[in-house]
Each structure stands twice: as structure tokens, then as C-alpha cells.
């Protein structure tokens, strides 16, 4: 055992897969979420290339597997419902638009929090209110009042990450709006969806809405978009999110009033803005942070999921290669990670400007030319060290998995 004090905030998916690498490499882990539970919903998440592997190093693919949305793929459809086009699962080796493995937010977080339980203190309900660092440590005042030392403290606290904020610098530094704005929420399948996501996109107003199966195939999980070239919506206020999406899916056909009826009775809801954090640096002394707190990509790009279960591996590696020092171990991990994630960002531009309204006079665009080097990039592009002879207390049990 190092002895080594690690606290993270947030246990949505980068905490979680943090905790579980650092408990591996011998420290001592607590995670302070701010929401009173584990936080449900959200949509399908991607895992594609070099995250399965991640998954796989964790023990955690048969789980993962078994908590699949099994989606066969994805039709466009026009407003009266005719198919335009249609993607399959098995598209691009599993890696394609619609991945082999697609799993619920809330479903991952489930197995990851299941998988790291018992090794880790969560806290749920509280939150860091103040932190003072020095040479040896961090001094944490959480709001509930406890006060406590650790050796370093990550946040994993997502894309308006209170915790950069505290260190970092104020929001506006770091997150970039993308001009489109994304809602999900779980409805009643009345609407005899079977496997296959459907997708309704208006090109004069670059409006979309869909459906998408989940494994409760009694529901069914609703997707809206939109752009909006400024958003000041409170990420916290779920009625005004929720009369801003129902003001702005005004008139638009197909199937959208039906699901838009179902926003009241939904046990869950998300709506955020499409945005990107981008920082010159993902530490300061002994605080650093992970997934989208340090380095959204949005939704957009399909790999913010990967992208936090990667930088989770690579982060408590490189950190317990360096012996625990803060220098050097957030040095290796920005090092190996940054390319790996500015691929995934440029994919992540690339679709919300696929997107762009063409204004009234404008010649229709053509389609973006995808990079396949780029894509390849996104998908396996970053080195999974084995991290020989650093302590890993798991290793046995997925050799034998
Ligand atoms: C409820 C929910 C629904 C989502 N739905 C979608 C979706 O539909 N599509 C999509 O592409 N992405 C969605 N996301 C984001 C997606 O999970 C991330 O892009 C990605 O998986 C990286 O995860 P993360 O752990 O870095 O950040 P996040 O998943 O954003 O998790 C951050 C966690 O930190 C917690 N937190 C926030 N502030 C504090 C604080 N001050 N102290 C302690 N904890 C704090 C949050 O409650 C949350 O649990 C959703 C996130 C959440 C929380």
C-alpha cells in the first residue's frame, strides 16, 4: 500500500474509471459526487478502437456487454417517416456511426460505480467547497463541513467543472460553444421502435429529432438538437431547460409533438449545450483534472466516454509509474493523452459544422470530406502502455476473465 490519499469529484464515468485504476495501483480513493445519487439517464455512449480495450483491461466487457443497447443501426428518415438512409452496427468492423458497443450513460456508470463500491469511499450529496494546496498535500473543506487532507485531488466533475473553476480559472477561459444545443430523455415506446434508431433532421432549420431503443424495450430514449448560437440556460434548472426545448421544437413535424408530450412524465432528463473545454494544461501542482472537466469533446464527436476511461487508465499509470509524483506523473498523462484528444475535438467541429443551416441564398453544401488518417486517429490513436512493474492488484483477475 503507498498510503497515497486520492479524492475525485464526480462519479458519472470518468470518476468511477478513475477510481478503479487508482485503487488497482495501490492508493487509497474517495469520490465526492454532488448529486444525492448515482445520476440516471443520458444517451447511448460509444465505446469504438482502443476503449474496448481499456474496458477490456478493466475486467469489465462482459458486464459492459450485458448491459448493451443492441441497437442493429440507424435509419434517416423524412417527415413522413420514409427511410433516406440507413447505418448498420456491424458497419466499419463494429466502429462505425452506430458501434458494436453502445451502452446507456446511466447504465455505465452503474457498473462502474458496482464495479468500484467496495474499494472506494463515495460520497454522495457534498462537494468541495474550498481547497488550499502546498508542497505535500491538499487541505479540503467540503460544503457538508468536513474538512481533509489528501496527496492529490482529480476532477472528474464534467463540463462545467466547479473544480477548474476553483483553480483554473472561470469557465468562459476554458469551454467553447459548438451553436447546438442537445436533449434526451426516456418516453413510453408507443411508437413500436425495434432496434433501430430513427432520425428525423429538418435541413431548412438544422433541427433533428429521433428515437433511439434501449434495453427496456417497453421505452423508448428521445434526442433532440438544435442550434442556437448562445446559451445561458442554468445547467441545473430542468423546467426552464425544458421550456426552452419544447419553444424550440415549435412546429417541427414527424413524430415530434408525440414525443414532446411525454416531457412531463420523464423520470429522466438532459439538455446541454454542445461545447468543447480546451486548456493549455490539465494540472496545477497536485490538482488535475479528467474527461470532459479537462478536455470535452462533445457529444458530437461520439468519444467523449472514450475519451474519459482512456485519460482514466493513462492518468493512475502514469501517476503510479512516477512513484505518485504530481510533476511527473500529470506530465506523462497530458503527454500521451493531448493528440489522442485533439483528434477526437476536430471530429467533434467537424459534424456540428456538417450541420450548419445553409442561410436563404446559400448553394447547398456539399457533404464534409471525412480525413480517414483523422478518424483513425480519434478511434486508436494513443498508446495503452502495460504499465509492467507498476503495482496492479486486478491484473490476475482479468488475465483469468
Ligand atoms: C446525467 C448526465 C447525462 C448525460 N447525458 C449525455 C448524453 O445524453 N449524451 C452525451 O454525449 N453526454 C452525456 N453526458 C455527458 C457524458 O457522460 C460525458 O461526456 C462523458 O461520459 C465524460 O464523462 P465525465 O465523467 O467526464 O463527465 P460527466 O458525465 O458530465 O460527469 C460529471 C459528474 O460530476 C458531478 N459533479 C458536477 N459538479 C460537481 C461538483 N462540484 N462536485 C462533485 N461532483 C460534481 C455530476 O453530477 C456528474 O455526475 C451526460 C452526463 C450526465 C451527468
Request: with cysteine; hydrophobic share 40%; net charge negative.
Amino acid at each position: 500500500m503507498s498510503g497515497i490519499r486520492v479524492l475525485v469529484a464526480g462519479a458519472s464515468i470518468a470518476g468511477p474509471a478513475l477510481a478503479h485504476w487508482l485503487c488497482r495501483r495501490g492508493a487509497e480513493v474517495t469520490v465526492v459526487e454532488r448529486a444525492p445519487e448515482l445520476r440516471p439517464g443520458g444517451q447511448a455512449v460509444d465505446a469504438r478502437g482502443v476503449t474496448k480495450e481499456v474496458i477490456r483491461r478493466m475486467g469489465l466487457d462482459a458486464p459492459v456487454r450485458a448491459a448493451r443497447t443492441e441497437t442493429a443501426g440507424a435509419n434517416t428518415v423524412d417527415v413522413d417517416g420514409n427511410v433516406l438512409e440507413t447505418f448498420r452496427a456491424d458497419d466499419d468492423g463494429g466502429d462505425g456511426y452506430i458501434s458494436e458497443i453502445e451502452i446507456l450513460r446511466g447504465d455505465l456508470s452503474q457498473v462502474l460505480y458496482d464495479d468500484t463500491r467496495d474499494g472506494v469511499e463515495y460520497v454522495f450529496g457534498d462537494r468541495i467547497a474550498e481547497l488550499t494546496q502546498d508542497a505535500d498535500g491538499v487541505d479540503v473543506a467540503f460544503a457538508g463541513g468536513d474538512r481533509r487532507r489528501f496527496d492529490l485531488v482529480i476532477g472528474a466533475d464534467g463540463l462545467h467543472s466547479a473544480l477548474r473553476a476553483m483553480v483554473f480559472g472561470p469557465r468562459e477561459r476554458f469551454v467553447r460553444h459548438l451553436g447546438l444545443v442537445l436533449a434526451f430523455y426516456s418516453v413510453p415506446n408507443e411508437f413500436g421502435l425495434d432496434r433501430w434508431v430513427i432520425d428525423f433532421q429538418e435541413a431548412e432549420s438544422g433541427r433533428s429529432a429521433g428515437l433511439r431503443p434501449i434495453q427496456d424495450a417497453t421505452r423508448a430514449m428521445a434526442m433532440f438538437s438544435f442550434p442556437s448560437a448562445d446559451f445561458d440556460v442554468d445547467h441545473r434548472d430542468v423546467a426552464a431547460q425544458k421550456d426552452l426545448l419544447r419553444e424550440r421544437m415549435a412546429g417541427l413535424g414527424w413524430l415530434t409533438p408525440r414525443i414532446l408530450a411525454h416531457l412531463d412524465d420523464t423520470p429522466d432528463f438532459y439538455l446541454d449545450q454542445v461545447a468543447q473545454v480546451v486548456m493549455d494544461r490539465w494540472s496545477s501542482g497536485r490538482v488535475g483534472l479528467l474527461g470532459d472537466a479537462a478536455f470535452s469533446s462533445s457529444p458530437m464527436s461520439g468519444q467523449g466516454t472514450g475519451l474519459a476511461l482512456v485519460g482514466a487508465y493513462l492518468l493512475a499509470g502514469e501517476l503510479a509509474a512516477a512513484g505518485w509524483d504530481p510533476e511527473a506523473g500529470f506530465a506523462g498523462y497530458e503527454g500521451r493523452m493531448r493528440s489522442f484528444v485533439e483528434a477526437n475535438q476536430e471530429i467533434g467541429r467537424l459534424h456540428v459544422r456538417s450541420r450548419d443551416v445553409p442561410g436563404p441564398d446559400a448553394e447547398p453544401s456539399a457533404e464534409p470530406e471525412w480525413d480517414l488518417e483523422l478518424i483513425e486517429r480519434a478511434i486508436n490513436g494513443v498508446e495503452l502502455p502495460d504499465y509492467a512493474g507498476v503495482p496492479d492488484s486486478g491484473a490476475r483477475a482479468v488475465r483469468a476473465s
